[in-house]
Structures are given as structure tokens and as C-alpha cells.
């Protein structure tokens, strides 16, 4: 959970979810990742409430950016978390989210060289990824 640094639960070590069902939510386009948006709805929901999304933004550096202005709380994945500046804390959430798989997707058939590196990187680079996913917890 992303936090303005200022904020009441800031200095918690663990934000029960409860604590933040009245709080407003910005979140990322849900169009473009609406397997995340989905598990943000279905995280806060075994928590016992539906999230007040008030921003829904592209870009996660402006979500982030919305969050240190104090226009809400995130839910943010473990794979961007290091992306938090200064002026917001992290804190893990009770109950914990599911893990959502990373994926890859290209069109079939494509022979595009880029895409077939940027594919050989994000195998290669697999184990520490993983690796790193499981530190996070």
C-alpha cells in the first residue's frame, strides 16, 4: 500500500485494509492492466469493502505523483514498488493480494527483432525476477 508520508496510517508496519475502506483510491488505467485493477477490486473486497477509486491514471509515475499530492491511496504492485518517492511509504496490506503472474504477450507470427530481444532479456533476466517476487513476499 502506497501512502502519502503524512498520512495517519504512515507509520504503521502493517495497514490492516479496513482501515482504509473510507479512504479514496488512484489507481492505473484499468484498460491497461485490468488484471491488476481486478485484483485491487477483489483484494478489498475479501477486506470487506469496495475501493473509492477517484483517479484512474496511465502513467504509474503520475499515480504515484497523485498519491504524494494526497489525492489518494495505492494499491501498487510489488514488481513497480521500487518506483515510490520520497514523499510516500510502502506498507505491506492485511489481508495480503494474490500473486498475479507476469506475462508477455506478442502477436503471432511476428518476427520483429526488437521484440524477439526484449523476449530474450525477459527470459534470461526470469530467475531474478522470481527471485526478487519472493523477497518482496
Same mark, same amino acid.
Given at each position: 500500500? !502506497?501512502?502519502?508520508?503524512?498520512?495517519?496510517? %504512515? $507509520? $504503521?508496519?502493517?495497514?490492516?485494509?479496513?482501515?482504509? +475502506?473510507?479512504?479514496?483510491? /488512484?489507481?492505473?488505467? *484499468? @484498460?491497461? +492492466?485490468?488484471?491488476?485493477?481486478?485484483?485491487?477490486? #477483489?483484494? =478489498? &473486497? &475479501?477486506?470487506?469493502?469496495?475501493? $473509492?477509486? #477517484?483517479?484512474?491514471?496511465?502513467?504509474?509515475?503520475?499515480?504515484?505523483? %497523485?498519491?504524494?499530492?494526497?489525492?489518494?491511496?495505492?494499491? /501498487?504492485?510489488? =514488481?513497480?514498488?521500487?518506483?515510490?518517492?520520497?514523499?510516500?511509504?510502502? &506498507?505491506?496490506? *492485511?489481508?495480503?493480494?494474490? $500473486?498475479?503472474?507476469? =506475462? %508477455?504477450? *506478442? &502477436? +503471432? @507470427?511476428?518476427?520483429?527483432?526488437?521484440?524477439?530481444?526484449?523476449?530474450?532479456?525477459?527470459? #534470461? +533476466?526470469?530467475?531474478?525476477?522470481?527471485?526478487? !517476487?519472493?523477497? *518482496?513476499?
Amino acid at each position: 500500500l !502506497m501512502l502519502p508520508v503524512d498520512h495517519a496510517l %504512515a $507509520k $504503521k508496519r502493517v495497514v490492516n485494509l479496513k482501515d482504509v +475502506a473510507d479512504e479514496i483510491f /488512484v489507481e492505473g488505467y *484499468r @484498460g491497461g +492492466a485490468p488484471s491488476l485493477y481486478a485484483e485491487v477490486i #477483489a483484494t =478489498c &473486497r &475479501r477486506a470487506g469493502f469496495l475501493p $473509492k477509486v #477517484a483517479f484512474e491514471l496511465e502513467m504509474m509515475n503520475t499515480v504515484i505523483f %497523485a498519491v504524494e499530492s494526497g489525492l489518494g491511496i495505492l494499491l /501498487v504492485p510489488g =514488481c513497480v514498488s521500487h518506483l515510490h518517492h520520497r514523499k510516500t511509504v510502502l &506498507r505491506p496490506i *492485511r489481508p495480503a493480494s494474490r $500473486k498475479l503472474p507476469i =506475462c %508477455a504477450i *506478442r &502477436r +503471432a @507470427g511476428s518476427n520483429n527483432p526488437v521484440i524477439q530481444s526484449f523476449l530474450d532479456v525477459l527470459r #534470461a +533476466a526470469k530467475p531474478s525476477i522470481k527471485k526478487e !517476487m519472493e523477497r *518482496r513476499g
